[in-house]
């Protein structure tokens, strides 16, 4: 398997402008994660689906920020309008769901530096 | 809510033996993280126990896990600048929310 792909690596955008960020999940992974980092406030989870539905979405900072899964081997997260405090590497992940609850090991995409000046 | 703290930075000398602390609030945690983060990647598991233990070890990896007092910490034995990274601590628990909490990541850094 190639792994959690995530496109564009790198995106360059100005203020204003609609920025959206693909990716692709492990085949057969239950649920999917958006992560951001930043220095300022380390990693943070933004929104988790399972099954391709929405399960928490209380990480998504303003209604800027809308992700979508429509089906099961593709997710967007998009920001409309962007702006510079966005700037930040976003992460996809994928995992299987476990046992009792337990989530096996979220496998990470490369990530996405996004940049808007 | 929970936390989960890690100091930020560490840098040790070749060859010397890294510990990465970890301190965590949550007490119905169940599976304890470590993941490792080097410059341009995603995150990538480098091992896991389970909170009904106190210690595993794997190759040069040991972990240890004090529930009473809420530390978990990662030993790397013969530390090498390929492991030069961010190593993060995260913790999940038993109730189906399948999220992740997050430390905020240390900085090893080795010195040839």
């Known amino acids: 398997d190639a792994g959690v792909i995530q496109s564009p690596r790198h995106e360059v955008t100005e203020m204003g402008q609609e920025v959206t960020l693909r990716c692709k999940p492990i085949?057969?992974?239950?649920?999917l994660f958006w992560y951001r980092q930043t220095m300022m406030r380390g990693l943070e989870l933004l929104i988790y689906?399972?099954?391709?539905?929405?399960?928490?979405d209380s990480g998504m900072p303003e209604d800027r920020f809308s992700a979508k899964m429509p089906n099961a081997s593709f997710s967007t997260l998009k920001i409309q309008p962007s702006e510079p405090r966005d700037s930040a590497v976003y992460f996809c992940?994928?995992?299987?769901?476990?046992?009792?609850?337990?989530?096996?090991?979220?496998?990470f995409g490369p990530g996405t530096r996004l940049t808007v000046t | 809510g929970e936390d989960v703290e890690q100091s930020l930075f560490l840098s040790v000398r070749e060859g010397d033996s890294s510990v990465i602390n970890c301190t965590y609030t949550?007490?119905?945690?169940?599976?304890l993280y470590w993941y490792k983060q080097e410059p341009g990647a995603g995150l990538q598991l480098l091992t896991y126990?389970?909170?009904?233990?106190d210690m595993k070890q794997d190759q040069r990896l040991t972990v240890l896990l004090n529930k009473k007092d809420k530390h978990l910490s990662l030993r790397i034995a013969d530390t090498q600048t390929g492991d030069s990274a961010i190593y993060f601590c995260?913790?999940?628990?038993?109730?189906?929310?399948?999220?992740?909490?997050f430390g905020t990541g240390t900085r090893l850094k080795v010195l040839a």
């Open positions: 949550d007490s119905s945690s169940t599976y």
């Open positions: 689906f399972n099954n391709n539905v929405p399960i928490d």
């Open positions: 992940a994928s995992s299987l769901a476990g046992s009792g609850g337990r989530t096996y090991e979220q496998y």
């Open positions: 085949s057969g992974h239950d649920y």
């Open positions: 995260a913790e999940t628990e038993d109730s189906g929310t399948y999220k992740y909490i």
């Open positions: 126990i389970f909170s009904n233990m």
